[in-house]
């Protein structure tokens, strides 16, 4: 899968403008924090990133995808998850979490899924005393890549661009890093009516 023309052209205006689009409400803007977890919740392949604010830039401290494997059951999954979470947060200390938003699924079962794997991560972060924010998954590709439908890839080379990597991260870890980053600049452009607090 590439890169339709039309996200590429809306990376590159993105990328000349030098930042976030315009804020919505300036008195409504986060603060900046330094260190972001963020969290792409799935049973089957929970992606996290850790990104760090330096300055004017940021830069990646750990990405990457907690996998549980077909033949590993639902609970074994969940404690799974849990565990790993724990474990980056003890190990990294980062100041906040931010999680991807609930969305509408048709499948309930899938929907159900869903939240179990968001749930154990997001206990994990309220056992460490870490504030919440939830973003939609559309207010994360706004704020990364200047539009809100953008293909998953146009996300993963946005991230690759602005963190310096060598190659795009892989999907989960890429979404997770995406909404890091989004809240590291929170304080320059992303308003509080898109990223909530839990």
Do not use: W
């Not at 008195?27 to 990104?51: H, M, N």
């Not at 997001?122 to 005393?129: I, S, T, W, Y």
């Not at 706004?142 to 963190?163: D, E, P």
């Amino acid at each position: 899968m590439g890169i339709s023309p039309q996200d590429f052209r809306r990376m590159q205006g993105r990328m000349a403008e030098g930042g976030l689009p315009d804020q919505e409400d300036p008195a409504a803007a986060l603060p900046t924090f330094r260190r972001v977890l963020g969290i792409d919740p799935s049973l089957r392949g929970t992606g996290y990133g850790i990104v760090e604010r330096q300055g004017r830039t940021q830069q990646l401290v750990l990405a990457g995808t907690i996998r549980c494997p077909a033949a590993l059951s639902k609970s074994r999954c969940l404690a799974t998850i849990a565990s790993q979470i724990r474990t980056l947060i003890a190990s990294h200390s980062p100041e906040v979490c931010v999680v991807e938003g609930l969305f509408f699924a048709q499948n309930l079962k899938t929907a159900i899924t869903m939240g179990e794997a968001r749930g154990a991560a997001l206990a994990m972060v309220a056992e460490a005393g870490l504030g919440i924010f939830e973003l939609s998954p559309r207010a994360a590709k706004l704020a990364i890549v200047g539009y809100g439908g953008a293909q998953k890839i146009a996300v993963a080379k946005m991230v690759q661009r602005i963190l310096g990597l060598a190659e795009p991260p892989e999907s989960d870890a890429a979404d997770a890093l995406a909404l890091a980053l989004a809240l590291t600049q929170g304080g320059s452009g992303l308003s509080s009516r898109r990223m909530k607090p839990l």
